[in-house]
């Protein structure tokens, strides 16, 4: 038997990040590993710039997920005011926003940009220790999930949650039999939007998972360096459950 951490994700907007390039901000279907352990980051305390300690959260737990329902695609057009930064010797760092606009308004520049979102998803995600050097205890994760030290967003600090995680620990064989332990469903929030079709999961590491695994993906999430945004690649299993005919 082993020991996993259940928990879901479920708000009226989510962004999960996709390699982004310009003006146009895209957004995977799914959260991201580097999204998740973001999130356990700060309901642990970890604070952004202690890059030893996320890179030690990161290698130190498996994750899978379980898209009970994938939401629908909005795209936002963002327009923001930025001041001039000047170059080489004659560059400027402002401290603060307040700062940035400050100066004449005739100096301001307009910067355009497109942002992705998933509108009323709904996901369930399951972490398991990757070693016997796993940084915390899952319980110790399930219990600051409860009690953040920070506020959780779902990928951006404009999408907070919409319903509580509800972290539980399960004891089981396989990946699937910890998912299928832990039923979220039926909640009056989720019940109309519950997947009528097959449910995706994806998942890494080479356990017994209980799936039959269908193909393996490439996904450039494993959080490398905050300070520097570097992110590697991870293999990603991925199967379809398929759901009995309703009547």
Request: aromatic share 10%; charged share 25%; proline share 6%.
């Amino acid at each position: 038997m082993n020991e996993y951490l259940i928990f879901r994700l479920y708000g009226m907007m989510a962004s999960w990040g996709d390699i982004a390039a310009g003006e146009y901000r895209p957004t995977y279907d799914r959260p991201s590993k580097s999204a998740v352990m973001g999130m356990v980051a700060a309901a642990l305390g970890i604070r952004r710039d202690e890059e030893t300690r996320l890179r030690e959260l990161a290698i130190g737990y498996h994750m899978a997920l379980r898209i009970d329902t994938p939401g629908t695609l909005l795209r936002d057009y963002h327009t923001a005011q930025v001041p001039p930064s000047g170059k080489g010797r004659n560059k400027i760092t402002f401290a603060t926003r307040k700062a940035e606009l400050s100066g004449s308004k005739h100096d301001l520049n307009t910067i355009l940009s497109s942002r992705d979102y998933r509108c009323d998803a709904h996901y369930t995600v399951c972490l398991w220790s990757n070693s016997e050097t796993s940084p915390y205890p899952l319980s110790a994760i399930k219990d600051n999930l409860d009690k953040p030290v920070f506020n959780l967003c779902l990928g951006r600090k404009s999408c907070p949650l919409s319903l509580p995680l509800r972290p539980q620990i399960v004891q089981a064989d396989t990946i699937s039999d910890a998912f299928s332990s832990v039923p979220f469903e039926g909640n009056p929030f989720t019940k109309p939007l519950e997947s009528k079709k097959d449910v995706q999961v994806f998942w890494e590491g080479e356990e017994n998972t209980g799936y039959e695994r269908v193909l393996a993906v490439q996904r450039r999430d494993d959080p490398l360096s905050k300070k520097r945004w570097q992110f590697g690649n991870r293999t990603e299993y991925y199967t379809m459950i398929h759901k009995p005919a309703e009547g």
